[in-house]
């Protein structure tokens, strides 16, 4: 093959597995050769022999959710940039799934994994780093010695409510369950607003639904007009509830904004294409796919030897959310 396209042998093995580090004019000449021939790689022997793959694994906690998607595809569009493939699993909330997940990974002999992790401790890192795997922590605070991405949540929910706090003085949150970090951080910083804006105690009422869904932000609504005196002002805590707080509301006649003002969390896509467009605070959702790859490729780049890369240097990035204002409050 090398042959065939003028090229040598180490030229066909950079196009094959490090694209970037080879003039497009060569690429595409050998690219043609291996077309021409039908060469099919042999990527477990390859893996074989190397130890490990330009394979990352990524665990994500709901694919069903767009959130989530979007991570991904930020994730996904930094590794193919950097030569690298995707593994996907999703944990659905699962300690149990999270662990079957990174074993198939390790099995797999992925050089690294991105994850939002569920039960994932220190002991389990420890494994997987001793056996040459690079973990990126993705949206949740750093543990140590591991790098991490993840958005400032505490200050997403202050934003929320600030808002809410400039017009309203009866004020709900709608929330999934807290042991989750960044619903929790999101609650914290929605309460410490609402108390320094001088929201009385009995002008915040939160409102705890099972899960982060349209069907909850439903049930929510039900809630919320069985309340007394009703709040004028509903922080949700990701934007799908919001989404179904606000259809139940219409459904019933409550008019969205004039007697109730509803702000999400997220801006996915449907945020902004509702029946009441959605305000809500927006997270840099492919920014923060994007970077949990980049600091994924460099760790796995470090621990293949990539020529030209230095020692590792283990990095916590936070990214700031903003308010995007629309029809719903």
């Known amino acids: 093959m090398a042959m065939r396209a003028g090229v040598s042998v180490g030229t066909v093995s950079n196009v094959l597995n490090r694209p970037n580090l080879v003039a497009e004019a060569t690429r ?13 790689r042999n990527e477990s022997a390859r893996q074989l022999r190397q130890g490990r793959s330009r394979t990352l694994g990524v665990v994500l906690e709901n694919l069903g959710n767009p959130y989530f998607t979007d991570l991904a595809q930020g994730a996904e569009a930094a590794m193919n940039t950097d030569g690298f493939d995707a593994l996907w699993c999703t944990s659905d909330g699962s300690a149990a799934k999270e662990r079957r997940c990174l074993d198939f990974l390790e099995e797999q002999r992925v050089s690294g994994v991105i994850i939002t992790p569920v039960g994932l401790d220190a002991e389990r890192i420890a494994e997987l780093r001793d056996r ?103 922080f949700c805590a990701n934007d799908l509830l919001a989404i179904g707080l606000v259809n139940a509301l219409l459904r019933t006649g409550v008019k969205v904004p004039e007697e109730i003002s509803v702000v999400g969390y997220d801006d996915i896509e449907l945020a902004g294409t509702s029946v009441v467009p959605l305000t809500t605070v927006r997270q840099p959702r492919h920014e923060l796919g994007w970077t949990a790859a980049e600091l994924a490729v460099a760790e796995a780049d470090a621990e293949l030897g990539a020529a030209g890369v230095e020692e590792h240097e283990h990095r916590g990035l936070v990214l700031s959310p903003s308010l995007v204002v629309r029809e719903s409050a």
Not at 28 to 40: H, K, N, P, Q, S
């Open 28 to 40: 595409e000449r050998v690219r043609a050769v291996i077309g021409e021939l039908g060469f099919v």
């Open 132 to 234: 040459g795997l690079s973990i990126v922590v993705l949206d949740r605070r750093a543990y140590d010695g591991v790098c991490s991405t993840r958005v400032d949540h505490v200050a997403g929910g202050e934003l929320a409510v600030d808002h809410l706090t400039a017009r309203h003085r009866r004020l709900a949150i709608v929330t999934g369950p807290l042991r989750s970090e960044p619903i929790s951080d999101r609650y914290a910083g929605a309460v410490a607003a609402a108390r320094r804006a001088g929201v009385a105690e009995d002008g915040l009422t939160t409102l705890v639904q099972r899960d982060l869904t349209p069907a909850s932000g439903k049930e929510a609504a039900r809630r919320l007009l069985e309340l007394d005196p009703l709040p004028t002002g509903v």
